[in-house]
């Protein structure tokens, strides 16, 4: 997700010479602006990616390892009925994530502070671009109020990118974190956070409220970049990481996230797992890129559940302390289970 500029997007194909596609683009653009009455989603009619690639149909036939049943039950609309009650938003819901009825039917649901409106464009994210208008001060105590209703013991808290905002938007972290600890304090708290444009000082007044997990996902390898995240920097997304550890010690936990099916090989994927490792990154999450519309990127291919397992494998080898690698598995999904198994690892490790 990058900075939003006037040009509109364009996109051209070419052919490696193995035959795969290679999508090159120039250009980002702004969504429009909305109402500062009540916050509603804007249109995605210009989202942020390419157009359709040459040769690669939109609405291609999935595999059947990433079919899942459409969310429904009484517990996912009880919770989708509060959420918009409260007019609070979940990257559930604004990313499209396949496994929102099943986290939602277990009580778990992952918040998204700042509005649903994005000052970056990422190629793969269905959260719609444009100027942000959502400003609420008293959105940190909804968002707790919440967490303590649905009675969680794992809140995941992330935004979308404010670079419109002195501090990025930590402060708004800040309130949540402080909120939750007020009113629900035997729940967990893991924050995912924007990469703060690599400046200190707002990651610093994040860590110093001690989150039980601090998230920041680089989403692909180095070298997809300049096509997934235009203007975005792998090594300024893995310092951010480290520093967050160097910041809050043995107290907070890093983690972060990566996807398959942009065109990156699995050498790729573990020398970037590698990276990860050498800024002390702790848990990691690997998932399968689902392109949200035509507009965004394509998927190049869908990687098979043993490639995941491979994957896995190489990340346990390089010494993650907890490793989620599978078609449907997203940054926050069983995110409370990956904190246990490493805090459970703690005290192993210690008389070790």
């Not at 940190?140 to 995941?156: D, F, I, N, T, Y």
């Not at 990276?275 to 098979?304: A, K, M, N, S």
Request: aromatic share 6%; proline share 8%; hydrophobic share 35%.
């Amino acid at each position: 997700m990058e900075p939003t500029t006037n040009t509109k997007p364009s996109a051209s194909s070419t052919r490696e010479p193995e035959g795969r596609p290679v999508i090159r683009a120039e250009g980002s653009g702004a969504g429009a602006e909305g109402s500062a009455a009540l916050h509603v989603t804007r249109s995605r009619a210009n989202p942020g990616g390419m157009r359709v690639a040459e040769g690669l149909p939109f609405r291609e036939r999935k595999p059947p390892w990433l079919k899942v049943p459409a969310p429904g039950g009484p517990t996912y609309r009880h919770l989708k009925s509060m959420i918009h009650e409260q007019n609070l938003h979940t990257v559930c819901q604004e990313a499209n994530c396949p496994n929102v009825g099943e986290c939602w039917e277990r009580g778990t649901a992952t918040f998204m502070i700042l509005g649903d409106v994005c000052t970056r464009r990422c190629g793969f994210c269905n959260v719609q671009t444009g100027k942000p208008t959502w400003n609420d001060p008293l959105e940190p105590m909804r968002v707790a109020a919440s967490v303590k209703r649905m009675g969680l013991r794992h809140a995941v808290v992330t935004s979308v990118d404010r670079d419109d905002l002195p501090d990025y938007g930590a402060s708004a972290f800040v309130g949540v974190i402080r909120s939750i600890r007020m009113l629900a304090p035997d729940c967990a708290v893991e924050v995912l956070t924007p990469d703060f444009r690599g400046q200190e000082m707002p990651l610093a007044k994040v860590v110093h409220e001690r989150p039980d997990v601090f998230n920041h996902n680089v989403e692909t390898v180095p070298r997809l970049y300049p096509k997934a995240r235009r203007g975005s920097h792998f090594m300024r997304s893995a310092r951010v990481l480290r520093l967050a550890k160097e910041m809050g010690g043995d107290e907070v936990m890093t983690k972060s996230g990566l996807m398959v099916g942009l065109g990156e090989s699995f050498e790729e994927m573990v020398e970037a797992f590698g990276i990860l490792r050498e800024h002390r990154v702790q848990v990691l999450t690997v998932g399968q890129y689902l392109r949200p519309t035509e507009q965004h990127l394509p998927v190049i291919r869908y990687w098979r559940p043993d490639e995941f397992a491979a994957l896995e494998r190489a990340a346990h080898g390089l010494g993650f302390e907890s490793v989620a690698a599978g078609p449907l598995v997203r940054s926050s999904y069983h995110a409370d289970e990956s904190a246990r198994e490493v805090a459970e690892r703690r005290p192993s490790a210690a008389a070790a």
